[in-house]
């Protein structure tokens, strides 16, 4: 297990896997790209967006203004909220059904489209294509999550070429907020390169086939980027409103809280209750598999995102790392009996996929972690200071939304 280079202002590594630069001053790439939140106009670039929506807007009124993809988590409150209410557009809202929702996503994706007035397609894979999928990408990538980033990303651009509508309207861009990939002056855009070698690991739906034998063109044909003459047929862009707007998670999700009842439930493994409440894999057995294969898990995120807007320090940060990064997983059983596996199965395959660059096996079935965190300072875990923080994120319900449990893997609605 090698010395790995650490942002001395977050707690990023140098082996981000998005691609992260270390300047001279020992700051990292992302860090750098952050400043600029507090040196651009705010108001000069929300002009530059309302110049750039301007031509989309349908003059028949017979057609939407614009894609936007939404989840009963993350983001999608806000983006709808400056769509709908302050950009004044009419949106299709486009979602993809993981089929690992919890009631709660079930309940927020009802109530987001309920509370904005917004019409609504979800697309459902069949299940046993997605199962046949999640096992076939769990042993080669150790990821468990491809269908849903698969899905995720490619429904939406399906849905502007079926639908004659240009423009689709992203939230933030991972790669500028995490590790500065690009400056938010670029305005970069939505891309199939990108969506390819950072949300698909490298792998597009066709290589699926060429790769396993137990998955067939039925399995995949719903995964596949339209082609481009087709995208070029209706002139599909996406853009992301980070660009042009001051993103800021925490607060923008404590808006929506307050404006439009946005619910939230508590998770083991990170202190931030506002993301991915929608699903329990993400932030269970998905952040495991992170943390085996990168020595960091969300938790990191989220504690680099709170140092960098000044809500906390460096070496607070990094004691809520501490506590909750090798948190025990809670809904591993819920996922075992949707894919048909036992426990010790899937602890075996996920094994497969620890990355020796962070972990030693000292004995049989016992492991020895030496991960960015342990590397970014010699600190303790904070019981006292971990509870501080989380009461700082407000948590107003649970998973279990109205007492059902397990995923739900169709969800009526709500109420």
């Known amino acids: 297990m090698s010395k790995i280079q650490i942002c001395r202002r977050c707690l990023y590594p140098a082996t981000h896997p998005l691609g992260l630069i270390i300047d001279d001053e020992g700051v990292c790439s992302g860090c750098r790209i952050h400043e600029e939140k ?8 929300w002009r530059l967006l309302e110049d750039l929506v301007a031509p989309y807007r349908s003059r028949s009124g017979q057609n939407y203004d614009c894609i936007v993809p939404v989840s009963g988590a993350s983001d999608s409150y806000f983006i709808v909220h400056l769509v709908k209410e302050r950009l004044g557009l009419n949106p299709l809202l486009v979602t993809y059904n993981k089929y690992f929702n919890t009631a709660l996503g079930i309940r927020n994706l009802a109530n987001l489209r309920i509370r904005f007035d917004c019409d609504i397609l979800i697309q459902n894979v069949n299940p046993l294509s997605v199962k046949r999928i999640t096992r076939a990408s769990l042993r080669r990538f150790g990821s468990m999550y491809w269908h849903c980033l698969a899905g995720q990303t ?13 423009l689709i309207i992203w939230g933030a861009h991972q790669g500028l907020e995490q590790v500065g990939m690009f400056s938010h002056e670029h305005e970069v855009e939505m891309s199939r390169r ?27 044909w719903q995964y596949r980027y339209p082609e ?14 980070g660009n042009y707007v001051r993103w800021d998670p925490k607060a923008q999700h404590e808006q929506m809280i307050a404006s439009y009842d946005y619910r939230t439930a508590r998770f083991n493994r990170t202190f931030d209750c506002y993301d991915y409440v929608d ?50 997983l809670q809904f591993d059983g819920n996922f075992c009996e949707w894919l048909g596996v036992d426990r010790r199965g899937l602890q075996f395959i996920m094994n497969q996929h620890r990355n020796p660059a962070f972990w030693e096996e000292e004995a049989p079935g016992r492991w020895v972690f030496n991960g960015s965190s342990l590397q970014a300072g010699n600190v ?33 609605g709500y109420p």
């Open 228 to 241: 481009d003459a087709e995208l070029n047929a209706v002139g599909t862009r996406g853009i992301y409103l």
């Open 154 to 166: 490619v429904f939406p651009v399906q849905t502007s070429v079926r639908y004659g509508v240009p």
């Open 279 to 328: 699903c329990y894999n993400y932030m269970d057995i998905h952040d495991q598999l992170k943390l085996y294969k990168h020595g960091y898990s969300k938790v990191t995120d989220h504690a680099s995102r709170e140092i960098r807007y000044g809500r906390l320090s460096r070496e607070e940060a990094l004691r809520l790392v501490h506590a909750h990064e090798q948190a025990p």
């Open 380 to 412: 303790e875990p904070d019981v006292v200071l971990a509870a501080s923080i989380d009461s700082a994120f407000v948590a107003n319900d649970v998973f279990e939304y109205g007492g059902r449990k397990g995923y739900v893997t169709v969800g009526r």
């Open 38 to 45: 507090d040196q651009l106009d705010w108001s000069c670039r």
């Open 194 to 220: 990108y969506r390819k070698d950072h949300d698909l690991m490298g792998c597009e739906a066709d290589d699926l086939l060429s790769i396993f034998d137990t998955l067939r063109e039925d399995d995949i």
